[in-house]
């Protein structure tokens, strides 16, 4: 075989370990800015487990990672409308003649005593104790009869239709002046009720 020039040996000598010096603080900068890189391109599929991933990082790590969507938190429950609420609430319902030409204490007094009446009287219903129970709330609808005739015809309605009331008759005058019914949810009654006016 031919023998290298002794130059060439010289300078492959010299050469050599600079590219190699070259070439492997090269490798480590590149390795070192393509770290992160690498390290979300690899990924194995759990054995056993479907739902879960094992990512590879350079370091030698493993991360587990949920393939299931986040659950949705739960939708807040829509509040029932402010009218409906309103129709349960229990209600006394008081008429009194509009033409009645008494003193304003004494008209007053004619509902007074109705409601007096039907409370004492249906005393035992469940829905007067739950009225009487919350007596500080308590809620009266008063509203205006033209006449006697007019508020007799009431009093029919409502018994024909099973709501319990008490027709008060003044004395020693003999006539009707005004009636209240038992407590009832607002709903149940103000259909029948609802010709009448508010008493002013």
Not at 104 to 119: D, F, N, R, V, Y
Not at 162 to 173: D, S
Request: glycine share 4%.
């Amino acid at each position: 075989s031919r023998c290298m020039n002794p130059r060439h040996l010289l300078r492959s000598a010299v050469l050599f370990p600079l590219f190699f010096e070259t070439f492997s603080f090269g490798s480590h900068c590149f390795l070192r800015a393509n770290r992160h890189a690498f390290s979300r391109s690899l990924t194995l599929r759990g054995s056993g487990n479907p739902n879960l991933h094992k990512k590879i990082t350079m370091e030698g790590q493993t991360a587990p990672e949920s393939s299931q969507a986040p659950a949705k938190a739960d939708s807040p429950q829509t509040a029932p409308p402010a009218e409906e609420d309103r129709m349960k609430v229990l209600v006394m319902y008081i008429v009194v003649r509009r033409d009645l030409k008494w003193p304003l204490g004494s008209t007053i007094a004619q509902g007074a005593h109705a409601a007096t009446a039907i409370l004492w009287e249906a005393r035992d219903e469940p829905n007067v104790a739950l009225y009487c129970k919350d007596i500080d709330r308590m809620h009266k609808i008063v509203l205006g009869a033209d006449n006697e005739a007019q508020l007799r015809k009431v009093a029919q309605d409502l018994t024909d239709k099973g709501f319990r009331h008490r027709l008060w008759v003044e004395q020693p005058e003999g006539y009707a002046t005004a009636l209240a019914t038992m407590p009832y949810p607002r709903g149940d009654v103000a259909p029948t009720l609802k010709k009448l006016p508010l008493l002013k």
